[in-house]
């Protein structure tokens, strides 16, 4: 079965702190993708990132950042120098050839960031 | 090349009434995917559709759900006889091939956020 766990409920920053957000997830096939979107008060969904499971390569996209590790089953976010406009719900999801064509999503992890 | 739309983007129904969201997906477009998110939680597969097949329905309630595809038009979800407990942002993604294969991601449209008093 295809799982994926955001512990963190809620995260509460001030300005220009760097802060990490976590996703463990689950799933018994070798071919896999996982993704992160975001969801701003707005309320649309936002495509962050897709990352396969043979690429275990970090990335940086400004001051987003990305880390793989297929060795504990986590791909965290973290976001450098969190700005206001940071402020979001952040979702982390799998797909797999399990799942085929669904996107199982964590429950997300509310950011804010004040000034 | 215009995103994954939605309409309408809020929509009120009394209980008992009926329900129908749609979606257009992205040009070239002809997988479409139905979420679900209730009240402070993360979304939830409802049903996986191409055009004019239901591939996979089995994030629907069995009842009063329903959604088509059709070749020509948007694909609609449709509840009838609503209750309270369908309060939730639907959201609509499309891709242009299964996710698995190639690891296409889904593009979600903005989602209708249903309101049932």
């Known amino acids: 079965a295809q799982k994926v766990t955001q512990a963190q409920t809620e995260i509460s920053v001030v300005e220009k702190e760097d802060v990490t957000l976590d996703c463990v997830y689950e799933t018994r096939d070798t071919t896999y993708y996982l993704f992160w979107y975001k969801q701003p008060p707005s309320g649309e969904l936002v495509f962050l990132i897709r990352?396969?499971?043979?690429?275990?390569q970090n990335e940086i996209s400004g001051r987003y950042s990305w880390n793989f590790q297929k060795s504990t089953s986590s791909f965290n976010f973290t976001i450098t120098a969190s700005q206001v406009v940071d402020s979001a719900v952040y979702f982390c999801?799998?797909?797999?050839?399990?799942?085929?064509?669904?996107?199982?999503f964590g429950s997300g992890t509310r950011l804010l960031v004040r000034p | 090349n215009a995103g994954v739309m939605q309409n309408p983007r809020h929509l009120v129904r009394r209980r008992g009434q009926e329900a129908r969201l749609r979606c257009s997906p992205m040009?070239?477009?002809?997988?479409v995917y139905w979420y679900r998110q209730l009240p402070e939680e993360g979304l939830k597969f409802m049903v996986y559709l191409q055009k004019e097949n239901i591939i996979d329905e089995s994030g629907m309630p069995k009842e009063r759900f329903s959604a088509e595809f059709p070749k020509e038009g948007p694909s609609i979800l449709r509840i009838q006889q609503v209750v309270r407990g369908d309060s939730a942002a639907y959201f609509c993604?499309?891709?242009?091939?299964?996710?698995?294969?190639?690891?296409?991601?889904?593009?979600f449209g903005p989602g209708t956020r249903l309101t049932v008093t």
């Open positions: 040009k070239g477009h002809s997988h």
């Open positions: 990352r396969n499971s043979f690429d275990e």
């Open positions: 993604a499309s891709s242009p091939r299964q996710v698995a294969y190639d690891g296409y991601e889904q593009y």
């Open positions: 999801a799998l797909s797999s050839m399990d799942s085929s064509y669904k996107l199982i």
